[in-house]
Nanobody, 123 residues
């Protein structure tokens, strides 16, 4: 059974940092794109970042502040979030792409999802 488990969310002041982790089990995802998405209340799910064999990609709103990385030996992906802003407040989800060797920014292309972790940035 495939599971993705996020951790590292919490409450932080504007300008602060958080590091999210996503541990995968039940399958090796080294050949799959792993992404982070977020959803704020009343808003659509938004692409944050993805990492694949072709590189790393970021949403415009987080470019230059967030960094995605992965440790394939640990089957874990990370999201380092710096210079956080109140508008970064959302539930952050980790996801694995449905197909190996594909990269996408569309959440519908991701077939496995974690339960989400809340990130709250106070002003």
């Amino acid at each position: 059974q495939v599971q993705l488990v996020e951790s590292g969310g919490g409450l932080v002041q504007a300008g602060g940092s958080l590091r999210l982790s996503c541990a995968a089990s039940g399958r090796t995802f080294s050949m799959y794109a792993m992404g982070w998405f977020r959803q704020a209340p009343g808003k659509e799910r938004e692409f944050v970042a993805t990492i694949s064999w072709s590189g790393t990609y970021y949403g415009d709103s987080v470019k230059g502040r967030f960094t995605i990385s992965r440790d394939n030996d640990k089957n874990t992906v990370y999201l380092q979030m710096n210079s956080l802003k109140p508008q970064d407040t959302a539930v952050y989800y980790c996801a694995a792409h449905k197909l190996p060797r594909y990269t996408s920014f569309d959440y519908s292309d991701y077939g496995y999802w974690g339960q989400g972790t809340q990130v709250t940035v106070s002003s």
